[in-house]
């Protein structure tokens, strides 16, 4: 294993295979860095000025480490000849996709792992040279073991394979800045491996403080990855447990985050109640925890984690029913406005979005939902909702809108299920020489009153945390010095790094 390698391969062109590379080409000029995948129109996408993924700041350093924009050797390379990249590369990232088993033995919890172990099988099959094997998915502790069984039994024995872990911590919608200034560089290593350990130390310290690089365990730093994503998501069950308990006390969930975050051992990061969380990694990563602590006999803590899951959707249900109560028990032909379907701003991403749950039950209902997003496909929404309710027809109860005005035209509610920074502003009319006279369209839509703004709207309708006006009221008064007022307007918060 060289010192200094010059060639890598990833496998998976994802949300995580594509940013990472490119950040890494980016800092390595002198390294060819190739992003590879078996989907045809994802590779064909990374090639044009329409990327698959929707990712602030991404197109840019793209620009310029695929196409050379600032001057240099283009060393970013997007393509379908897997085996080739594979073969030329002396270190190769495995970022294939790890989704919960849907049939078999840990069906509904555990991870699947075919698609690492068939990236693994491809690679074990066309390597003529020594590599370096970084497992860069989310895969339950002990997934190193298994790849090195995979190359044992199909490779060329004469071939050398160094596993490493470098599990990736980078939040969607904040990815170009958390790949840039990372909390820290994960490398798990067994001690045998130490010289391929370096070689990877030496890809992350063109741009990260070598004191930000840990090298540990291997297995540590499987396991570390997964308790990470577990603890944050416990973290926002927590609070949204506490929210349900706000709106039965008085007490306003945002001034408790906010009082709560300021004791320095709890900090104030991802504590701000929502419809409950989304995204790739949460359920799926506390559920792959759930069915790891089974397997090793500890019903106990199985039971705990699988808990935060279950207080998640208690929270997404509860959102939607407070919303039915408030508009008199039934929602039948009633137009509701969902502004956001993404599962978190500044990510056109819709994997395990709350809105999935949220507008189901809307239609459950009999309601007519009207739907924008700014980020994600008419397709897409129309797609996610038709498979999560088969025995309906969706576009007889939905309408996707190019706009939050004219979605929310005449509706009897919004829900915010999705912080965009946009609707913060989109409903307040834009200022003229007089005092603006109320908006037409705003007329009938609060859950709470019909003088309602579009902020008290935001905070009302969106945040399962704020029961009443007069809760929302209480911010303008509130005793604390740095209340969050400016959070208090969002449904949905994002990763706050
Ligand atoms: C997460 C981890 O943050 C990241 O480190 C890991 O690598 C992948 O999983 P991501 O899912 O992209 O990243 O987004 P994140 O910002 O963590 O948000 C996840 C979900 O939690 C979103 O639906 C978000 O809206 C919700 N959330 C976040 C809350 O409800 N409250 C919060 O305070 C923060
Ligand atoms: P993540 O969010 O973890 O990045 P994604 O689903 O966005 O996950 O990306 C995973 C990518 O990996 C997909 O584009 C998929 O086509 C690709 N992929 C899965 N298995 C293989 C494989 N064996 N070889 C190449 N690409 C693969």
Redesign the pocket.
């Known amino acids: 294993v060289s010192g200094n390698v010059t060639n890598i391969c990833c ?8 940013p990472t590379c490119a950040i890494i080409a980016k800092q390595n000029p002198h390294i060819k860095v190739t992003v ?4 045809e129109p ?1 590779i064909a996408a990374w090639k044009s000025n329409s990327l ?2 929707y990712e602030p700041g991404l197109q840019e350093i793209v620009e310029v480490a695929r196409d050379g924009t600032d001057g240099r050797q283009p060393n970013l390379h997007f393509s379908t000849e ?1 085996s080739k990249a594979i073969d030329e590369a002396e270190l190769i990232f495995i ?5 919960t088993k849907l049939a078999g033995v840990g069906s509904g919890s555990a991870s699947d792992l075919a ?2 172990e ?2 693994a ?2 690679i074990a099959e066309v390597a003529t040279s020594d590599k370096i094997i970084v497992e ?3 895969v339950p502790c002990g997934t190193a073991e298994s790849l090195r069984e995979i190359f044992s039994g199909l490779a060329d024995p004469s071939v050398k394979f160094h596993i490493l872990s470098n599990p ?1 911590f980078l939040a ?1 919608g904040t990815a170009i800045n958390d790949l840039l200034e990372p909390d820290r560089i994960l490398i798990g290593h067994l001690p045998e491996e130490k010289a391929a350990a370096d070689a990877l130390v030496n890809v992350y310290a063109a741009w990260v403080p070598q004191q930000n690089i840990k090298t540990i365990n291997l297995w540590s730093s499987e396991l570390a990855k997964l308790a990470a994503n577990c603890m944050l998501a416990q973290r926002i069950s927590s609070i949204n447990s506490l929210s349900a308990v706000c709106e039965a006390t008085g007490a306003d969930i945002d001034e408790v985050a906010y009082a709560v975050g300021l004791d320095t051992r709890i900090g104030s990061r991802m504590l701000k109640a929502s419809a409950g969380f989304g995204g ?2 949460f359920k799926k990563d506390v559920l792959s925890l759930v069915y790891i602590s089974e397997t090793l006999h500890l019903p106990e803590v199985a039971e705990y984690w699988r808990s935060v899951v279950e207080i998640n959707e208690y929270q997404k249900q509860r959102f939607t029913r407070r919303m039915i109560k408030r508009l008199y028990n039934t929602l039948s032909r009633k137009k509701i406005a969902v502004l956001g379907f993404a599962y978190k701003k500044n990510t056109g ?1 819709t ?1 395990e979005t709350a809105a999935i749950t949220v507008i189901s039950q809307l239609i459950a209902e009999g309601a007519k939902v009207a739907i924008y997003d700014p980020q994600v496909s008419e397709n897409q929404i129309i797609h996610d909702l038709q498979s999560a309710n088969p025995a309906k027809n969706i576009k007889d109860s939905i309408t996707i809108y190019p706009d939050a005005v004219s979605a929310c035209s005449d509706a009897c509610a919004i829900a915010i299920l999705t912080e965009w920074d946009q609707f913060k502003t989109d409903l307040i009319p834009a200022p003229k020489s007089q005092p603006p006279a109320p908006v037409p369209q705003l007329r009938n839509l609060t859950l709470e009153d019909s003088t309602a703004t579009s902020s008290d709207l935001s905070s009302a309708s969106s945040d399962a945390g704020s029961e009443s006006p007069e809760m929302s009221a209480a911010h303008a008064s509130t005793p604390l010095s740095t209340p969050p007022t400016e959070d208090a307007l969002e449904g949905k918060p994002g990763s706050e790094r």
């Open positions: 496998v998976g062109a994802g949300y995580v295979g594509g590879v995948d078996l989907s994802r698959p993924i897997i970022s294939v996709n790890t989704p698609y690492v068939s990236a099988r491809h860069k998915s989310t990736e969607e790739s990694c991403d994997r």
